[in-house]
């Protein structure tokens, strides 16, 4: 906590140095933000280390969920598989007890069948056994001739087998019905039996499907956790990187402030345009507040902008732009960018630097070191300009002074 305290402390100083201009002994200042940086690179290494930690984790996650999705879609396909098997087997015990009901039907039948059958055989039995075999005798006796003695013969013969056959066979026919009513009867019970089994196999089922989904919801809520850690490092790693920027841009100015001071001052300057009066002449806008323009707005001139006719009339336009003082040049932005379009940065030592702008070109480029009226460019009008002028600041420590209250030779 004290590190991350320190650490806003120095970054709104950062901004209060840069916002007021102000400059601190380069030697006090850079030793501390060495040991932050230095500190910040250490908080970086282990959250990006913990970051690559809690990516694994997800990458974890998201394996098992991939798992539990293949097994939930398994499990949801045993399930479907037990239930049709459920369905078939209830359909099947439905046509099986179907089969019973009709085989008992049947088999109400024939005992009924046999039941009249057998009662009708006794009673002709009973009858012989009262009548004794007279009866038959009498039949047989009476006929009119031998050929109807033998038909009458054959007709009591036949008639007493009939009956004895007849009896047997709704026997025999009962006495099948009743084992097919067994077999089916086994046979049912067996569907039972297998229907008792599906129904704790689906059971299971449904109880491992259901841990399933309870798994997977533990996982989704682990990975939702995971994720919002995640975002959280980054956010936190971003931020710290944002900070070490701006740490390092700050040492990086610090440094370049260090070596600007190095040196001695320029003990004077000279007029930057050849063939141009100096100060104050040929000054179209001078350093200070005034009215922009081109956005008509009031709005702080860092600078003098230097333009008009010389004395012989001739326009500034493609007139020489000249080194204010020996140094070395900072910076060259060489293409028509933004509002100063072209310009060069030259650095003279002992925190001096002055600012060339809207150059229509450049004849130096950077770390080039210039002597005081050397050619480093040509007048233009490239940048935010309504006209060929040159647009000359003066920094001292970084700070913009007013380049006409400085001696000229």
Not at 53 to 67: I, N, V, Y
Not at 121 to 149: I, P, T
Not at 384 to 394: A, K, Q, R, V
Request: net charge negative.
């Amino acid at each position: 906590m004290g590190i991350k305290i320190r650490h806003k402390a120095l970054v709104f100083i950062l901004v209060m140095v840069m916002a007021l201009g102000l400059v601190l002994p380069a030697h006090a200042d850079i030793d501390d933000y060495y040991d932050d940086l230095e500190s910040i690179n250490e908080q970086l290494e282990e959250m990006k280390e913990n970051r690559k930690q809690t990516k694994s984790e997800l990458d974890r996650l998201r394996d098992l969920l991939d798992d539990l999705d293949r097994e939930m879609y398994k499990a949801e396909e045993e399930l479907k598989d037990l239930e049709d098997k459920i369905l078939a087997m209830e359909e099947k015990i439905a046509e099986q007890e179907k089969l019973i009901a009709e085989v008992e039907a049947s088999i109400a039948e024939t005992e009924e069948y046999l039941a009249i059958q057998t009662e009708y055989l006794e009673q002709r039995l009973c009858a012989m056994y009262k009548n004794g075999s007279v009866s038959y005798l009498e039949v047989l006796f009476s006929a009119s001739s031998f050929s109807d003695f033998l038909s009458r013969f054959g007709f009591i013969r036949l008639l007493i087998e009939s009956d004895t056959e007849l009896v047997a066979e709704i026997e025999a026919t009962k006495a099948s019905l009743e084992a097919d009513k067994e077999l089916l009867a086994e046979e049912l019970s067996l569907q039972i039996q297998r229907h008792a089994e599906l129904d704790a196999a689906r059971a299971k089922a449904e109880e491992d499907k259901s841990q399933l989904n309870a798994k997977t919801l533990r996982y989704e809520e682990l990975k939702e956790e995971v994720q919002a850690e995640l975002a959280k490092q980054n956010k936190g790693i971003a931020s710290m990187e944002e900070d070490q920027k701006q740490i390092e841009a700050e040492i990086k100015r610090l440094l370049e402030l260090e070596r600007v001071r190095a040196g001695n001052p320029p003990s004077f300057l000279t007029w930057p345009v050849l063939g141009f009066d100096r100060v104050p002449y040929n000054i179209t806008s001078s350093y200070g507040w005034r009215i922009h323009p081109i956005r008509k707005v009031w709005q702080f001139h860092p600078g003098i902008d230097i333009a008009r006719y010389n004395r012989r009339g001739e326009s500034i336009g493609g007139k020489p732009i000249v080194a204010a003082a020996s140094g070395t040049v900072d910076f060259v932005r060489s293409y028509d960018g933004g509002g100063y379009g072209i310009y060069v940065l030259i650095s003279h030592g002992g925190g001096y630097q002055t600012l060339y702008a809207h150059m229509r070109y450049t004849t130096v480029k950077k770390g080039q070191v210039v002597t005081i009226g050397q050619q480093i460019g040509v007048v233009g009008t490239t940048g935010s300009s309504t006209g060929n002028h040159l647009h000359f600041e003066l920094w001292v420590m970084g700070e913009k002074k007013n380049p006409v209250e400085f001696e000229y030779k």
